[in-house]
């Protein structure tokens, strides 16, 4: 079957990914934003629900070229990510001609020891994203996360099917962004892949919001309905 990793940024959520039945969660604060480094406390709860957790190590929003402050602080939230007992992190970082800062890399992946490593959508933005997937493989990398360079997964098909082939086994080449239950197993199909990304989440009707800067669709939360109908999708 089909691994789903769905994307959270509350405690409700990492409950709800485990109701739906998902394999894994990846834990961040404010999904809103592409998805930023998780609270300490948010961390050590998801811990005790009883999913597979990674946690979002992303310093703040936009690119992924980070100064030597924010990677030191990288370093750091990987520290809190294994103190709270998390399964795994999810990172990634380019220097400023847009290729993957290896030897940074190299540093987080040596923080993070025997801990998971997916490798984020930095790869969509890399020049050579084929070349990167080489990089990240040697790297030690568990799986890349990617829509195939292309603003949503399933436009993106060819290109992840061929990062698929290229990995031919050594790490788990994961579609994410744009998947819904009516296309994830279209997208599995022509991608070959053995895992999926998704936010599975719904509006919350009616929600008092206190910031300006909410979204104008309202304020959105992980829906265990949704993930159960993309587990059951994949299932069959």
């Known amino acids: 079957m089909v691994a789903l990793e769905v994307c959270v940024d509350t405690i409700e959520g990492v409950a709800a990914a485990k109701a739906g039945g998902a394999t894994r969660v990846?834990?961040?604060?404010?999904?809103?934003?592409?998805?930023?480094?998780?609270?300490?406390?948010l961390m050590r709860a998801a811990a005790a629900v009883g999913i597979q957790c990674y946690a979002m190590i992303r310093p703040r929003s936009g690119l992924f070229d980070f100064s030597e402050a924010e990677i030191a602080m990288m370093h750091d939230d990987i520290q809190a990510a294994r103190d709270a007992g998390l399964d795994g992190v999810v990172l990634g970082v380019q220097m400023a001609d847009g290729r993957l800062d290896l030897d940074a890399l190299r540093d987080l992946c040596?923080?993070?020891?025997e801990m998971g490593k997916t490798l984020h959508r930095v790869i969509d933005v890399v020049p050579d994203p084929m070349e990167a997937l080489d990089q990240v493989i040697a790297l030690g990398f568990?799986?890349?996360?990617?829509?195939?360079?292309a603003p949503e997964a399933p436009e993106g098909c060819d290109v992840i099917a061929a990062m698929v082939a290229r990995a031919a086994g050594r790490l788990s080449v994961m579609p994410g962004c744009g998947l819904t239950p009516?296309?994830?197993?279209?997208?599995?199909?022509?991608?070959?892949?053995?895992?999926?990304?998704?936010a599975c989440n719904a509006a919350v009707s009616d929600a008092e919001t206190f910031s300006d800067f909410d979204p104008p669709s309202g304020r959105m939360k992980t829906d265990p309905r949704a993930v159960a109908a993309m587990v059951s999708a994949l299932a069959h």
């Open 26 to 41: 990846e834990l961040c604060a404010a999904l809103s934003e592409g998805g930023l480094t998780p609270p300490l406390g």
């Open 110 to 113: 040596a923080s993070a020891g």
């Open 182 to 198: 009516e296309n994830v197993v279209q997208i599995v199909g022509r991608t070959g892949a053995s895992e999926v990304h998704a």
């Open 142 to 149: 568990d799986r890349v996360l990617t829509s195939g360079t």
